[in-house]
C-alpha cells in the first residue's frame, strides 16, 4: 500500500483527538481544540514544503506557487471545525489527503501552470453560530458583515470570537481570492450517504450539492408554576414546538422522494421541571436537489407554524439565518475527474448528488467546482462510528494524483 495511505489514518487519528469534549470528538469554531487543530495543521503544511498562511476567519492556506506568470489559482480543500459528537474523517480527510497531494508535486519539483492552494476552513457545519461556510464565504469574497453580530449559546458574539485569529476582523474581508484569479476547486469527502456501501463501489463523482435552507424557530409562551397553573389556562412554549416538530417530520415523510427537514437543536426556557416553557428556540434545516420545491415547502411550514401559533397564542418568530442554492459541479472539471478514475481502472465511475452541503457550495460562487466522494462504512457520518477503509482512501489519492496531472496537461 502507498506509504502515504498509512501517514494519512495516523493524522486522521491525530486530529480526531483534538476536542473539546473529553467523552467525544467536538470541535467548534473558535475554541481551544480548533486552535491547536489550526497549528497541527500549519506544521503539516509546512512539514510539506507549502508556504502558509493563516487568514482573519481561522483558515489556513498552504500554498505551493507556480512560476508561470499570472498564474490563477487551484484550490483543494475542506474543513476542521467538526459537529458535537463528531467523526474524524467528515472534513479531515479531504484536507490531509490535499497535503499529501501537494507533497508528492513539491518532492517531484514539478512546474505547476497554476499556484496549488490546500486550504483548511476554519468552519463548514456552522455548529457554534448557526451560520454554516464561514471559512469558505471568506475566502469566496462572500463574507457577509451582518454575521459579526451573530451569538453562541453563551452569548458570545462571532466578532469576539474572531479576535482569537485575527486583530482586524474587517481585514476578512481582504482575504479572499478575487474571482477573477481561481481556476477552480476540488474536493474530497466521504460521501455520508449509503450509495457507495449499496453498491460497493470506493468512490464516485458527485454531480451536484442540494440546497438548503436553516431556519432559527423561536416559540413565546408563558412560565408558570406547574403545580398551580390549570392545563386550560396555560401558554406552554414548548407544547407549540414539539406540535411543530411533529409537522416538519409529516411534512419531509410525505415528500421523502425529493426532500429531508430535520430539527435538531432545540433550547429552553427555563429548562426546569416544575416551570411550564415560557421560550423554546429550534433550528428548521429543510434540503432538496430542486431548490424550487424547497422553497415551497419552507412556505407550507412556516404556514404551519403560524397556524400552530395563533391556535395556542404563542407568540412566534420565523428568522431564516441561510439559504444556499443548489450548485452543480463543473462539467469540464468532472469529465477529468471522470477520466483519471478510468486511468486507474475503474470503468463507468457512477455519479451522485450530494445532499450534505459542502464548502464547494461556497466556492461555487466564484469557481467551478469538483468534488470525490469517498465510501464510508454503512453511510454513517456526524458520529462517531465514521469510517473510511485504507483500500478507499489509497484509491482516492490515485484518482486525486491522476487528476492533478491531467489538470496540469491541460493548464
Ligand atoms: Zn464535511
Same mark, same amino acid.
Given at each position: 500500500?502507498?506509504?502515504?495511505?498509512?501517514?494519512?489514518?495516523?493524522? %486522521?487519528? =491525530? &486530529?480526531?483527538?483534538?476536542?473539546? *469534549?473529553?467523552?467525544?470528538?467536538?470541535?467548534?469554531?473558535?475554541?481551544?481544540?480548533?486552535?491547536?487543530?489550526?497549528?497541527?495543521?500549519?506544521? /503539516?503544511? =509546512?512539514?510539506?514544503?507549502?508556504? !502558509?498562511?493563516?487568514? $482573519?476567519?481561522? *483558515? !489556513?492556506?498552504?500554498?505551493?506557487?507556480?512560476? !508561470?506568470? $499570472?498564474?490563477?489559482?487551484?484550490?483543494?480543500?475542506?474543513?476542521?471545525?467538526?459537529?458535537?459528537?463528531?467523526?474524524?474523517?467528515?472534513?479531515?480527510?479531504?484536507?490531509?489527503?490535499?497535503?499529501?497531494?501537494? =507533497?508528492?508535486?513539491?518532492?517531484? $519539483?514539478?512546474?505547476? +501552470?497554476? @499556484? &496549488?492552494?490546500?486550504?483548511?476552513? #476554519?468552519?463548514?457545519?456552522?455548529?457554534?453560530? *448557526?451560520t454554516a461556510y464561514l471559512g469558505s464565504s471568506a475566502l469566496a469574497g462572500e463574507f457577509k458583515q451582518d454575521w459579526l453580530l451573530r451569538k453562541d449559546d453563551s452569548g458570545k458574539t462571532l466578532s469576539d470570537t474572531i479576535r482569537n485569529y485575527s486583530e482586524n476582523f474587517e481585514a476578512i474581508f481582504n482575504d479572499k481570492i478575487p474571482k477573477q484569479d481561481w481556476l477552480g476547486y476540488y474536493e474530497i469527502h466521504i460521501e455520508q450517504g449509503p450509495v457507495l456501501c449499496e453498491k460497493d463501489l470506493p468512490i464516485c463523482l458527485v454531480s451536484s450539492i442540494a440546497s438548503q435552507t436553516r431556519i *432559527?424557530?423561536? /416559540? =413565546?409562551?408563558?412560565?408558570? @408554576?406547574a403545580g398551580t397553573s390549570p392545563m386550560n389556562l396555560r401558554y406552554d412554549a414548548l407544547c407549540a414546538a414539539s406540535e411543530f416538530i411533529l409537522e416538519v417530520e409529516k411534512t419531509g415523510t410525505a415528500y421523502q422522494d425529493k426532500l429531508v427537514a430535520t430539527v435538531g437543536k432545540m433550547n429552553v426556557l427555563s429548562n426546569t421541571s416544575n416551570v411550564i416553557p415560557e421560550l423554546v428556540c429550534h433550528s428548521l434545516d429543510v434540503r432538496s436537489a430542486d431548490e424550487g420545491f424547497l422553497n415551497q415547502i419552507t412556505d407550507l411550514l412556516q404556514k404551519k407554524a403560524k397556524?400552530?401559533?395563533?391556535?395556542?397564542?404563542?407568540?412566534?418568530? /420565523?428568522?431564516?439565518?441561510?439559504?444556499? +442554492?443548489?450548485?452543480?459541479?463543473? $462539467?469540464?472539471?468532472?469529465?477529468l475527474l471522470r477520466k483519471s478514475i478510468n486511468k486507474i481502472g475503474i470503468t463507468n465511475p457512477i455519479e451522485i +448528488?450530494?445532499?450534505?452541503?459542502?464548502?464547494?457550495?461556497?466556492?461555487?460562487? !466564484?469557481?467551478?467546482?469538483?468534488? &470525490?466522494?469517498?465510501?464510508?462504512?454503512?453511510?454513517?457520518?456526524?458520529?462517531?462510528?465514521?469510517?473510511?477503509? +485504507?483500500?478507499?482512501?489509497?484509491?482516492? %489519492?490515485?484518482? #486525486?494524483d491522476q487528476f492533478l496531472e491531467e489538470l496540469i496537461k491541460v493548464n
Amino acid at each position: 500500500m502507498d506509504i502515504r495511505v498509512g501517514r494519512i489514518i495516523n493524522r %486522521l487519528e =491525530q &486530529l480526531g483527538s483534538i476536542s473539546d *469534549n473529553s467523552d467525544c470528538l467536538s470541535r467548534f469554531f473558535g475554541t481551544n481544540a480548533h486552535s491547536k487543530a489550526k497549528d497541527l495543521l500549519v506544521l /503539516w503544511m =509546512q512539514q510539506a514544503g507549502l508556504k !502558509v498562511l493563516c487568514d $482573519n476567519i481561522g *483558515n !489556513v492556506r498552504g500554498i505551493y506557487k507556480s512560476n !508561470v506568470e $499570472n498564474a490563477k489559482h487551484f484550490v483543494i480543500g475542506s474543513h476542521y471545525d467538526t459537529v458535537f459528537n463528531a467523526g474524524k474523517f467528515d472534513g479531515p480527510l479531504g484536507i490531509i489527503m490535499g497535503i499529501e497531494i501537494a =507533497q508528492r508535486l513539491i518532492k517531484e $519539483n514539478k512546474d505547476l +501552470p497554476f @499556484h &496549488l492552494n490546500i486550504i483548511s476552513f #476554519s468552519d463548514e457545519e456552522g455548529s457554534r453560530f *448557526n451560520t454554516a461556510y464561514l471559512g469558505s464565504s471568506a475566502l469566496a469574497g462572500e463574507f457577509k458583515q451582518d454575521w459579526l453580530l451573530r451569538k453562541d449559546d453563551s452569548g458570545k458574539t462571532l466578532s469576539d470570537t474572531i479576535r482569537n485569529y485575527s486583530e482586524n476582523f474587517e481585514a476578512i474581508f481582504n482575504d479572499k481570492i478575487p474571482k477573477q484569479d481561481w481556476l477552480g476547486y476540488y474536493e474530497i469527502h466521504i460521501e455520508q450517504g449509503p450509495v457507495l456501501c449499496e453498491k460497493d463501489l470506493p468512490i464516485c463523482l458527485v454531480s451536484s450539492i442540494a440546497s438548503q435552507t436553516r431556519i *432559527n424557530v423561536n /416559540w =413565546q409562551g408563558v412560565s408558570g @408554576h406547574a403545580g398551580t397553573s390549570p392545563m386550560n389556562l396555560r401558554y406552554d412554549a414548548l407544547c407549540a414546538a414539539s406540535e411543530f416538530i411533529l409537522e416538519v417530520e409529516k411534512t419531509g415523510t410525505a415528500y421523502q422522494d425529493k426532500l429531508v427537514a430535520t430539527v435538531g437543536k432545540m433550547n429552553v426556557l427555563s429548562n426546569t421541571s416544575n416551570v411550564i416553557p415560557e421560550l423554546v428556540c429550534h433550528s428548521l434545516d429543510v434540503r432538496s436537489a430542486d431548490e424550487g420545491f424547497l422553497n415551497q415547502i419552507t412556505d407550507l411550514l412556516q404556514k404551519k407554524a403560524k397556524q400552530i401559533s395563533e391556535k395556542r397564542n404563542i407568540g412566534l418568530k /420565523w428568522e431564516i439565518m441561510q439559504t444556499n +442554492p443548489a450548485v452543480l459541479c463543473d $462539467n469540464q472539471l468532472k469529465d477529468l475527474l471522470r477520466k483519471s478514475i478510468n486511468k486507474i481502472g475503474i470503468t463507468n465511475p457512477i455519479e451522485i +448528488p450530494s445532499g450534505a452541503g459542502h464548502d464547494a457550495v461556497m466556492i461555487s460562487k !466564484v469557481a467551478p467546482i469538483s468534488m &470525490l466522494f469517498v465510501r464510508c462504512k454503512d453511510g454513517i457520518s456526524h458520529n462517531p462510528e465514521e469510517y473510511a477503509s +485504507p483500500e478507499d482512501i489509497e484509491v482516492s %489519492l490515485k484518482v #486525486s494524483d491522476q487528476f492533478l496531472e491531467e489538470l496540469i496537461k491541460v493548464n
